[in-house]
């Protein structure tokens, strides 16, 4: 097997596709209000699926948490909270926007935030403006924002050319000014996560040097990590959802399916087989949404020098397969060539992002070695 930035991109590319595809299982829940579902689907992404991979997998996850300075564990965990405001919110975006112009907006503000943040901070910025391979990588960074604009145009045309009777039929509850609003603030909280990844750094370090004393690789130093982080997100979600609950009075739809919508949907096959759905659904939806960071550790920790941009490339193949899902739901149909062009060429700016970021990773570690 491949090491390195190869390994790398290749396992964030499979991160982006469950990214882009972990909330395909809810256009097929029943009877279940949005605070429902989200809470469930939560409790599966953001506890569940990363304490138990993380446990199966590090079995020292436990020790390390516990060796973990305490300021460490607590910023890893504001950092989770604050991102979890954004998953809140992308949700809704989801919902306003459809998946195509939704993901587009939402990964373009938390690509740009998520990726040049970290190395503002540290203060590693002025080496990659006077390095080849942080010049490229910065290059693909720069691809990425261009395939973004590429494919936000695309968007804008849809909007502009599809009929309100056809949104509405695609994506539900299509609003635009709304749906923006939402997912540009979405994108902006969003970015949070990359940081909560960054300042949890002294745990992936302590996790490193327990695998190196068991003779084995580092490629699930991040775990313990994610499990903080997705705490944080788990905190923000649930009292949000409860919030919700309690106000609508929709808690009873985690025990029943709610009468009145079977009713009016004509149902005779009972609630038990819609609950039992519903939950393997959101089930589902939890694996695969915990699956793109599951990947993005394991990529991350092959990219090297440069390892912040890894974000850029998980952002740039989540809306690439994002919009790939668009198009097979026929989300962009009835849309006119131009459209259709500017979605091509925003996908392949993308491609290329992935790539030229690869390659600046690939040349830091080369360079690196040569050094030697």
Known sequence: MPHGPLLGVLTLWMGGLASASCYLPFRFLRQWSWEVYWLVQGIFSYLLAPVLVAFLLLPGTGAVLRQAPPHTLLL???WGLLWGVGA???GLSIRYLGIALGYTVVIGFTTIFGTLAPPLFSGEMPALLHHTPGQ???LGLGACTIGILLSGMAGHFKEQELGAALKQKTTGEFHFARGVLVAIFSGVMSACFAYGLA???PIAELARH?????????EWQDLPVLVVVLLGGLTSNLVWCAV????NGTARQLLRADAEQTAAAGSSSGQAPVLALNYLLCTGVGILWYLQFFFYGIG?????KYDFSSWTILMACTLIFSTVWGILL????GTSRRTLRFVGLGLAVLVLSTVLVGLGNYLAVSVAGAAR
Do not use: D, N
């Open 76 to 78: 890893t965990y504001i």
């Open 88 to 90: 809140l919110t992308f």
């Open 136 to 138: 490229v990588v910065l």
């Open 199 to 201: 300042s949890g750094r």
């Open 210 to 218: 327990m695998l190196r004393s068991q003779g084995r690789a580092g």
């Open 244 to 247: 919700l609950l309690i106000r």
């Open 300 to 304: 991350q920790t092959e990219m090297g």
């Open 330 to 333: 026929k989300e962009w149909k």
